[in-house]
Structure formats: C-alpha cells, structure tokens
C-alpha cells in the first residue's frame, strides 16, 4: 500500500493551499481516509475525516469552515482543501487510511509520507 500526498509549500496567510493524496495498492472505495497534521514540537493531531463514500465528513474545530475534505474514488484520491490559511496550519500533513467507515481520529492501517505546508504571517 502506497498512500503519496502532494500539494505543500509556502503560502502567505490568508492564501489557499489543495492537498492531494494518491493511493494504490488497496481497493480505496474501502478505506474511511483521512488527513493529519504535526507540527514542530507538538504531537501528530487529527484535522479531517472522510467517509467510503464521500457523504461523511469530520474536521478538527481548529479547521472547520476553513478546510474541506473530498475524494474521488474513480481515481483514488483524496484531497484537502485548505483556505484562510494561518500560521497555526504550519505543519508536516498526512494522509492515512483505515479499513472501515468511522470517522475516527485514531488508529489508521497505512500512512503517507507527509507533504510540508508552511504560512508566512
């Protein structure tokens, strides 16, 4: 299972950033996916959730109205939308994939290697 998340860089606050993540070697339409954050000296922490099926979603308060979380199961992408950025979004950012539809916020099967966003204030 390879989950490759894209998409990071450095971005003014205020501006907009969109995270891809492209998996293979699982049957994707399975797997609830889901996108994590960690920044510099601070533990891994949960930003959002999607469903199998794309009509369930979850964020972290600390995103929510400000990131949108979809996927395209026809291309086995899972994307993250992120506007109004701050620099409290800075962080290394993660896509994972668990085998099952909650939308939990722990305990995923497989993980990317992570796609750097930083916000410039």
């Known amino acids: 299972v390879q989950l490759q998340a894209s998409g990071g860089g450095l971005v003014q606050a205020g501006g907009s950033l969109r995270l891809s993540c492209a998996a293979s070697g699982l049957t994707f339409s399975s797997y609830t996916m889901g996108w994590f954050r960690q920044a510099p000296g601070k533990e891994r922490e949960f930003v959002a959730a999607?469903?199998?099926?794309?009509?369930?979603?979850a964020y972290a308060d600390s995103v929510t109205g400000r990131f949108t979380i979809s996927r395209d199961n026809a291309k086995n992408t899972v994307y993250l939308q992120m506007n109004k950025l701050n620099a409290e979004d800075t962080a290394v950012y993660y896509c994972a994939a668990y085998l099952g539809d909650g939308l939990r916020h722990y305990e995923y099967d497989y993980w990317g290697q992570g796609t750097q966003v930083t916000v410039s204030s």
């Open positions: 999607i469903s199998r099926t794309g009509g369930r979603r």
